[in-house]
């Protein structure tokens, strides 16, 4: 074989070679064992920012569902009232580590969702405070209705923050404001 036809065999084997990885990798899936957590390996342009993100990071449900990591703001006229990190799970439950508080008043808690309408989540929260020595003080319930944003990487909306007595269940305070969140990326 001379070397012009050489030369033209192998670019035509690297040219299918090419056109055979594009093919299949547009088909790979990322994911890891149970087979339903599996979706497309591949790059997407978020259309708000321009920016990129891996379609593997997002949520198994996709960037139009509220499950997955969210660093989160509660404000109320304008003053913080906390912040931190919430895990909202395809299950309905919910898990928040709370910044505000110290870890000795407990700064970990769990809620249950349930989706209202397309783009519309309620959470509704339950923590259990205790003071610096370690004595139940209050029974915590927190709700929010908050609204995901088109592009699937922010939501926002209201929370309220009702605390009790955990002997008479007497509202001991009432806090309502502003809840805001980024979605947090691998």
């Known amino acids: ?30 994911g890891c064992g149970d087979d339903s957590w599996k979706r497309p390996a591949g790059w997407q342009n978020e259309q708000s920012s321009g920016s990129l993100f891996r379609q593997a990071d997002l949520p198994a449900e996709g960037i139009h569902s509220i499950v997955g990591m969210w660093s989160f703001k509660q404000t109320a006229g304008g003053n913080l009232v906390d ?18 508080r110290a870890p000795a008043t407990q700064n970990y808690c769990l ?26 003080n209050a029974n915590v319930t927190i709700t929010e209705d908050v609204v995901l944003a088109l592009t699937g990487m922010t939501y926002s909306g209201t929370f309220s923050i009702d605390v009790r007595d955990p002997t008479t269940n007497a509202l001991l305070q009432h806090v309502g404001g502003q809840v805001t969140a980024q979605r947090v990326l691998p």
């Open 111 to 136: 809620g249950v969702w349930r989706q209202s309408s397309p783009g519309h989540y309620h959470l509704n929260h339950l923590a259990i405070s205790y003071d610096n020595s370690g004595v139940h």
């Open 83 to 100: 912040f931190g990190f919430q895990q909202w799970h395809s299950d309905g439950t919910e898990f928040m580590n709370s910044g505000g």
């Open 1 to 30: 074989m001379g070397k012009g036809l050489r030369a033209t065999v192998r670019a035509s084997a690297t040219a299918l070679c090419g056109i055979a990885a594009c093919t299949y990798a547009s088909a790979a899936l990322a």
